[in-house]
């Protein structure tokens, strides 16, 4: 363990190299025979050899703790062996005794005894006569002085201090935290979802001629996200829930396959699978004929599926980490925010008592700046909180998130809202969710300043990756295009426009993945 910044060994080790100098000095005191020492310093080496791996921090827990079992097998293997030289050597063996049941209780000791004894028996029988010729006289001071190290050790040991397992734990934790930053940038795609989804479709085999591919993210449960796609503009495949062939299969049951669909094109489906084997997306592919290749395609995809789905999983499993980190860091801040602004509306109502002692000449102008500060503070709180506190999440989806703003706006207010919705079995990438969602909240925060009973229209198309995001209410706006295009990620290919018309404003959000160029290779929008 570590005090300050000085290693201090722990209680057993100090019995384990007191030990290994107690059998040299009292082998020295008794005329023992000198070969005892390199023995002695064998098993030791392979003492500290188990103790320095269980202390390694390039290597996982479990086979950290494999190999310290190894070793201590076989420094107890050595520690028999060292009979050769007389019943001195005996003391060498509480050693790896000591360290299993340190580290790893009875189920060492069971292990470790017998690697000690049938190693023990065999050497003193090739080499000291036999156990015939045993003399008590000589072995039993060597076994009294045995017996008692090992009782003071083990009482030694008993009493010592153990860490707690949280703090273990919590060590564990810690140094994984502090490799992540290392692991991303040995990684070829960082721990970036689309990244890593592009580089898997970048090693699949060619299927034939006008070739079609995606990755697709899910559970059999849920509505399945494109995080790559190629060869289409949008999602070309029904939706795999549905879907009783190829692709359904492989989506409910978890069965890679091929087949020829009814418009003549090959369709290959494959799962993905993390490291625990839970499924966690599907890679699909299709094209009009086969390559003619000697090489099976679908045996091919099949191999770069299994080569990749791993650096797919780490990826995700690292998104989702850091996305509810930042769902925290906004809760977090919200609070913050919140706590700022009620400190405002304190100081806004000493001037409002102030109003009360002015006289009439100065009250007029005193009220308007009372109320450009109120205006300032609204603005601040629609602003900020709208920002932070997103509720796009994982399992509900950007349709989700607008219908429950829009239905607690309109219980707030008294506006009458209409919303219309649009969506493909396929959900839109987070990034983009999010970069709409927050136009959307800019829109409520706009029409709630108007002050007076509104109408409103929210209509939402979702054809992923395509969609559009039609917005109006029969108040004015400060909207302007260039503000809420700041919304949307650069690669995502929004257009914008802010409208005014004679029954109110309109505003239309469009994305789409391309408006001129024919399809060839078409990616999605990197996470931003």
Not at 3 to 26: E, F, K, Q
Not at 397 to 405: C, K, M, N
Not at 410 to 424: F, K, N, Q, Y
Not at 456 to 480: C, E, H, I, K, N
């Amino acid at each position: 363990m570590l005090m300050g910044a000085r290693p201090v060994l722990s209680t057993g080790a100090r019995w384990r190299v007191a030990i290994a100098v107690i059998a040299l000095l009292v082998n020295a005191a008794h005329g023992g025979s000198p070969g005892v020492l390199p023995w002695i310093l064998l098993v030791l080496a392979f003492d500290v050899a188990a103790g320095a791996t269980l202390s390694a921090r390039g290597m996982r827990e479990q086979d950290r703790r494999l190999a310290a079992y190894a070793l201590t097998v076989a420094g107890a293997v050595a520690a028999g062996l060292a009979l050769v030289v007389g019943p001195g050597a005996l003391l060498a063996g509480l050693i790896p005794l000591l360290r299993a049941w340190e580290e790893w209780g009875r189920r060492g000791i069971f292990v470790c005894l017998p690697s000690y004894l049938i190693p023990a028996a065999a050497a003193w029988t090739t080499f000291m006569g036999g156990l015939s010729d045993l003399r008590l006289e000589t072995l039993l001071p060597w076994l009294g002085i045995a017996v008692s190290l090992g009782a003071l050790a083990l009482w030694s040991e008993r009493l010592a201090p153990r860490p707690e397992r949280d703090d273990a734990l919590a060590d564990e934790a810690a140094w994984l935290l502090s490799r992540l930053d290392g692991l991303a940038g040995e990684m070829r795609a960082g721990f970036d979802p689309a990244t890593t989804a592009e580089h898997l479709l970048d090693a699949m085999p060619p299927l034939g001629a006008q070739p079609r591919s995606a990755v697709l993210i899910g559970a059999p449960t849920d509505r399945p996200v494109p995080l790559a796609l190629r060869g289409s503009l949008r999602i070309p495949w029904g939706d795999p829930r549905d879907d009783t062939g190829v692709l359904g299969r492989a989506w409910h049951e978890g069965k890679s396959g091929s087949g020829v669909q009814e418009d003549g094109r090959r369709l290959v489906a494959v799962p993905l699978r993390n490291t625990r084997g839970d499924q966690i997306g599907v890679v699909v592919a299709d094209s009009l004929s086969d390559t003619g290749d000697h090489e099976d395609p679908f045996q091919t995809t099949v191999a770069v599926v299994s080569q990749h789905q791993g650096l797919v999983a780490v990826a995700l499993a690292f998104g989702g980490l850091r996305e509810r980190a930042g769902i925290e860091e906004r809760e977090r801040l919200a609070r913050h925010i919140h706590d700022g602004i009620a400190q405002e509306l304190v100081a806004l109502g000493f001037r409002v008592d102030r109003l009360k002692r002015l006289p009439d000449d100065q009250l007029r102008s005193e009220a308007v700046e009372v109320r450009g500060e109120v205006s300032r503070i609204l603005a601040d709180v629609r602003s900020h909180i709208g920002d932070l506190r997103l509720t796009v999440r994982p399992e509900g989806g950007l349709g989700a998130a607008i219908t429950s703003q829009l239905q607690v706006f309109g219980a707030v207010t008294g506006a009458d809202v209409t919303l219309r919705l649009s969506e493909s079995p396929f959900r839109l990438p987070a990034h983009v969710e999010t970069g709409l969602y927050r136009i959307f909240l800019d829109f409520l925060a706009d029409a709630r300043r108007s002050g007076t009973p509104i109408e409103m229209t929210v209509t939402l198309r979702s054809q992923a990756p395509d969609a559009q995001l039609f917005l109006s209410q029969s108040g004015s706006s400060t909207l302007t295009e260039s503000e809420l295009s700041n919304h949307l990620p650069r690669s995502a290919r929004g257009a914008v426009t802010v409208a005014s018309t004679g029954s109110g404003t309109e505003i239309s959000v469009r994305l789409t993945a391309s408006e001129t160029t024919p399809v060839l290779d078409e990616r999605l929008p990197q996470a931003s």
